[in-house]
């Protein structure tokens, strides 16, 4: 039998059934992936070890380099020990220097009861005993800070430069131990592109450079110098 045309009619626009999945809320879902086998985690953890030997090997001569020029003027941070002091006149001695500056801060510690009230002075008598002529010694001595020392010392070095006139534009900085990278960028910040800043790190006092790591001194030294040159570098700006 065919079907009236009327009921064809209501057949054909019949809406087809419609379902609506409930919506959930998760915070994790199914994940299917790789994981290391044992063997995995052995190369893995290798690759570690050999990266934190190398760090340790490589870290303390890129915080102690040894950049030119070595000439012009020789400039001390007058906190270093007599040791490297006695090394740093012999170079002076030796060397091409029209001028030897001590630069630093006051003294923080016992200032009241000794007769030089900043580093730079008494590094500056140092000199002196040691037998370098007191007219070649400039002594720079910067404001007392807490923060930011050694780029306040290179700012106090570049006012005593133009206080004093010197046209010479060659600065050797002498500094030990891993202070010396973060020293020299620092200088070269405060003094500007139109001087040359070379480094020389005379050994640290109370540790072999070489084997910093097995001594406390030198794991504060050098990890602290480490972070200091980052924020330096990256984060520090005049």
Request: glycine residues 8%.
């Given at each position: 039998?065919?079907?009236?045309?009327?009921?064809?009619?209501?057949?054909?626009?019949?809406?087809?059934?419609?379902?609506?999945?409930?919506?959930?809320?998760?915070?994790?879902?199914?994940?299917?992936?790789?994981?290391?086998?044992?063997?995995?985690?052995?190369?893995?953890?290798?690759?570690?070890?050999?990266?934190?030997?190398?760090?340790?090997?490589n870290?303390?001569?890129?915080?102690?380099?040894?950049?030119?020029?070595?000439?012009?003027?020789?400039?001390?941070?007058?906190?270093?020990?007599?040791?490297?002091?006695?090394?740093?006149?012999?170079?002076?001695?030796?060397?091409?220097?029209?001028?030897?500056?001590?630069?630093?801060?006051?003294?923080?510690?016992?200032?009241?009861?000794?007769?030089?009230?900043?580093?730079?002075?008494?590094?500056?008598?140092?000199?002196?005993?040691m037998?370098?002529?007191?007219?070649?010694?400039?002594?720079?001595?910067?404001?007392e800070?807490?923060?930011?020392?050694?780029?306040?010392?290179?700012?106090?070095?570049?006012?005593?430069?133009?206080a004093?006139?010197?046209?010479?534009?060659?600065?050797?900085?002498?500094?030990?131990?891993?202070?010396?990278?973060?020293?020299?960028?620092?200088?070269?910040?405060?003094?500007?592109?139109?001087?040359?800043?070379?480094?020389?790190?005379?050994?640290?006092?109370?540790?072999?450079p070489?084997?910093?790591?097995?001594?406390?001194?030198?794991?504060?030294?050098?990890?602290?110098?480490?972070?200091?040159?980052?924020?330096?570098?990256?984060?520090?700006?005049?």
């Open positions: 039998m065919s079907t009236p045309p009327h009921k064809k009619f209501l057949v054909s626009r019949t809406p087809f059934p419609c379902y609506i999945r409930p919506m959930k809320f998760t915070i994790t879902k199914e994940y299917t992936g790789r994981k290391l086998t044992w063997l995995g985690r052995l190369l893995v953890l290798i690759v570690i070890v050999a990266a934190f030997i190398g760090l340790m090997a870290l303390y001569p890129f915080l102690a380099p040894d950049k030119p020029p070595h000439k012009g003027l020789m400039v001390i941070e007058g906190w270093i020990h007599d040791f490297a002091l006695d090394e740093a006149v012999q170079m002076y001695k030796s060397g091409n220097y029209s001028k030897i500056i001590c630069t630093g801060v006051p003294i923080e510690t016992g200032s009241y009861i000794q007769a030089f009230k900043s580093y730079p002075e008494m590094t500056t008598a140092r000199l002196v005993e037998g370098i002529d007191p007219a070649d010694i400039i002594t720079a001595i910067s404001e800070t807490n923060k930011d020392r050694t780029y306040v010392a290179a700012t106090a070095l570049r006012q005593y430069i133009m004093y006139n010197i046209g010479e534009t060659n600065v050797h900085l002498i500094t030990t131990g891993p202070h010396g990278r973060r020293s020299c960028l620092l200088f070269q910040k405060a003094l500007g592109d139109d001087y040359h800043v070379g480094v020389t790190c005379l050994d640290d006092f109370g540790y072999e070489d084997r910093w790591y097995a001594y406390s001194e030198g794991v504060r030294k050098v990890l602290g110098e480490f972070i200091a040159y980052t924020y330096a570098k990256f984060f520090f700006y005049p």
